[in-house]
């Protein structure tokens, strides 16, 4: 989730006499990341929940269109099963000539896949590329920022407001957020 609602920290940063780096500063931010505000968009349902064929292509379709003016990775779980593989995806193609939605990834290039539909009848006709178990992907979700995560102020002063005890209450967000805001000036 913080790759998908942060900038990439850009520098290491000393603070309080401690030098912070990159590498550390996104360990942190992992550690916060549930106390920032955000919303996650769904679309579908989680196997087993849902329809086998579930989201259906014009489902799918229209709700990525309201989404691509967000200019987000999108999440997909690439199989029907009980495992959820998550991998994001920077582009999404409806190709209507061919009957075929392709999806790629610059993280997951291996992942890229294409699957065949039938628009008229809304449903999937199979996947072309992998010659996996599904026919379509499970679901999708993306990750919203409410708010403008490039002031300090959207980033709670303690680690109550979304945190569970086991992700370290100790950690103050702001504290991070300035670390990381600063690695990002």
Do not use: H
Request: glycine share 4%; proline share 6%.
């Amino acid at each position: 989730m913080v790759a998908c609602l942060l900038q990439e920290p850009k520098r290491e940063v000393i603070y309080n006499g401690i030098t912070f780096t990159k590498d550390d500063i996104k360990g942190l931010l992992v550690k916060i990341v549930q106390a920032l505000p955000f919303d996650i968009k769904w679309i579908g349902k989680r196997f087993p929940e849902g329809e086998k064929d579930e989201p259906r292509p014009k489902e799918l379709y229209e709700e990525l269109k309201k989404w691509s003016s967000l200019r987000l990775p999108v999440i997909f779980d690439v199989e029907r099963a009980v495992a959820v593989w998550n991998y994001p995806f920077c582009k999404v193609i409806f190709d209507f000539a061919q009957n075929q939605m392709e999806i790629s990834s610059t993280g997951f290039p291996e992942e890229d896949r294409t699957f065949k539909f039938d628009w008229n009848a809304n449903a999937w006709m199979g996947e072309t590329q992998r010659g996996s178990q599904s026919s379509n992907i499970d679901f999708a979700w993306c990750v919203v920022a409410k708010g403008d995560l490039t002031k300090l102020d959207s980033f709670p002063v303690e680690n109550s407001k979304r945190m569970n005890p086991w992700w370290n209450p100790e950690l103050s967000p702001r504290k991070i957020g300035e670390i990381y805001l600063r690695s990002i000036d």
